[in-house]
C-alpha cells in the first residue's frame, strides 16, 4: 500500500484512458505547484511513459506503486520556474512510408519501444524490441550509425526514445507516427 498523498487521482484503467499522458497533462494543469497526481493504470508500459513525461517536462515523478493488475503513478507538479517546455522529435516517418521503404527492402533497423506482451501480439516482421523502459540500459544491442525508426503504439512513447538516442549520440533516428496503432503493413505475431 501506498503511503504517499495524492491531491488528485487520475483513473486510466482499462479502456477509460487508452493515453494516460495526454489526460495526465491536462489533470496536472488543474494542481497547484508541489501538488501530488495519482495516475492509475493497467498498462505496464505507462510506466515508462509517467517517467519520462516528468523527465521531459520538468514535473517530479515520485514513483509507482503495484497493486494487483494497478499501477499508481505519483507525480509533483512543478513549480513555473521548473517546468519545461515539452519538445518533440524533429524527425518523423508516416506508418505509409515506413511501409514503402519496406517494401522496397531499403536497409533500417526497426526498434519497437512497447511492452512484451504489446510485441507478442502484433509486430512489424523484423523489429527488434527493446521495451521503452528498459532502452537506456541496452543501447549496446544498437548501432549509432544504423538508420533507426522507432514504432510504439501511438507514437508517444516512441518520441520519448527517440529523443533519448539522439541525445546519446544517435543520428539518423525517426519516430514513427501514427505507430501500431494505424499500421496496415505485413505484421508477425508470437504463435
Request: contains cysteine.
Amino acid at each position: 500500500m501506498s503511503d504517499i498523498k495524492a491531491d488528485q487521482t487520475l483513473d486510466c484503467k482499462g479502456l477509460a484512458c487508452p493515453m494516460p499522458i495526454v489526460r495526465t497533462k491536462k489533470a496536472i494543469d488543474q494542481l497547484e505547484p508541489g501538488q501530488v497526481i495519482e495516475v492509475q493504470a493497467t498498462d505496464k508500459g505507462s510506466l515508462a511513459d509517467m517517467q519520462g513525461w516528468a523527465k521531459n517536462t520538468g514535473h517530479q515523478y515520485l514513483g509507482t506503486v503495484e497493486e494487483g493488475e494497478v499501477l499508481k503513478h505519483f507525480i509533483r507538479k512543478s513549480s513555473p520556474g521548473e517546468v519545461k517546455e515539452e519538445k518533440k522529435h524533429p524527425h518523423l516517418v508516416t506508418n505509409e512510408e515506413l511501409e514503402k521503404m519496406l517494401a522496397g527492402n531499403k536497409e533500417l533497423t526497426i526498434l519497437d519501444v512497447r511492452e512484451p506482451a504489446e510485441f507478442a501480439f502484433h509486430r512489424i516482421p523484423g523489429a527488434v524490441s527493446i521495451p521503452l523502459g528498459e532502452l537506456e540500459s541496452r543501447l549496446n544491442e544498437l548501432k549509432q550509425e544504423d538508420d533507426i525508426h522507432v514504432i510504439c503504439r501511438t507514437g508517444t512513447r516512441s518520441d520519448l526514445a527517440c529523443r533519448l538516442l539522439t541525445d546519446k549520440g544517435f543520428k539518423h533516428v525517426k519516430n514513427i507516427i501514427p505507430g501500431m496503432t494505424g499500421w496496415t503493413g505485413p505484421t508477425d505475431k508470437t504463435n
